[in-house]
């Protein structure tokens, strides 16, 4: 069966650093990208960025550049999302999916989703 | 604020037919991107419900149906079931933000 599954939840304090994970199963874990979508509470969807594993190129939504880091390990067929100082306001629900590329350019849709990932950020 | 403009909400009885809207401009949806749509049902991820503005992946329902002109979107689901309760969420691709964008998300309520 094709999945992602993620790492659990987190509770964190201001100012700590935080890696979360995605592991591909089913597929070709470097054929395809990844991407990194949250969700604050009670709203809806942002991309944050997307990671090619197979050369580990990455790219980054302007609002979430230089905000986090995405990374991944082919061999291990996980990618990445980490926080060198996380914030109260990034207590969200993060998800990873798969981007599936068809046509041309920048035509991907999210086809596999992860079970998500609850970040939360407290003093 | 997102980039593509959803109804906060929309409702209506079983068996009846309910429409969502998802609304872009000439940099997205208006563009050659196609639209995907996709439902998330309480307290789970997001599945992907439409592709290509008007396919069903294997398993969706033909309830389901999916439409794009201009720089507009709609779901249409007919034939509501309770089960059909959740959130659902139009996403495309801008070509000025360089972005996979969302909308904010419709929430369905089946009376």
């Known amino acids: 069966e094709v999945q992602l599954v993620q790492s659990g939840a987190e509770v964190k304090k201001p100012g700590e650093s935080l890696k979360i994970s995605c592991r591909g199963f089913?597929?070709?874990?470097?054929?395809?990208?990844i991407a990194w979508v949250r969700q604050m509470p009670g709203k809806g969807l942002e991309w944050m960025g997307t990671?090619?594993?197979?050369?580990?190129?990455?790219s980054y939504s302007p609002s979430f550049q230089g905000q986090v880091t995405i990374t991944a390990d082919k061999d291990l067929n996980v990618a990445y999302l980490q926080w060198s100082s996380l914030k109260a306001s990034d207590t969200a629900m993060y998800y990873c999916?798969?981007?599936?590329?068809?046509?041309?350019?920048?035509?991907?849709?999210?086809?596999?989703w992860g079970q998500g990932t609850l970040v939360t950020v407290s003093s | 604020q997102s980039v593509l403009t959803q109804p906060p909400s929309v409702s209506g009885a079983p068996g009846q037919r309910v429409t969502i809207s998802c609304t872009g401009n000439?940099?997205?949806?208006?563009?050659?991107?196609?639209v995907h749509w996709y439902q998330q049902l309480p307290g789970t991820a997001p599945k992907l419900l439409i592709y290509?503005?008007?396919n069903r992946p294997s398993g969706v329902p033909d309830r389901f149906s999916g439409s794009k002109s201009g720089t507009s979107a709609s779901l249409a689901i007919s034939g509501l079931q309770a089960a059909d309760e959740a959130d659902y969420h139009c996403?495309?691709?801008?070509?000025?933000?360089?972005?996979?964008?969302f909308g904010g998300g419709t929430k369905l309520t089946v009376l």
């Open positions: 990671i090619y594993p197979g050369d580990s190129e990455a």
């Open positions: 290509g503005n008007n």
């Open positions: 999916g798969r981007q599936y590329y068809y046509g041309s350019g920048s035509q991907r849709r999210f086809d596999i």
């Open positions: 000439g940099s997205n949806i208006g563009t050659v991107y196609d």
């Open positions: 996403q495309s691709y801008d070509s000025s933000l360089r972005a996979w964008v």
């Open positions: 089913g597929y070709s874990f470097t054929k395809y990208w």
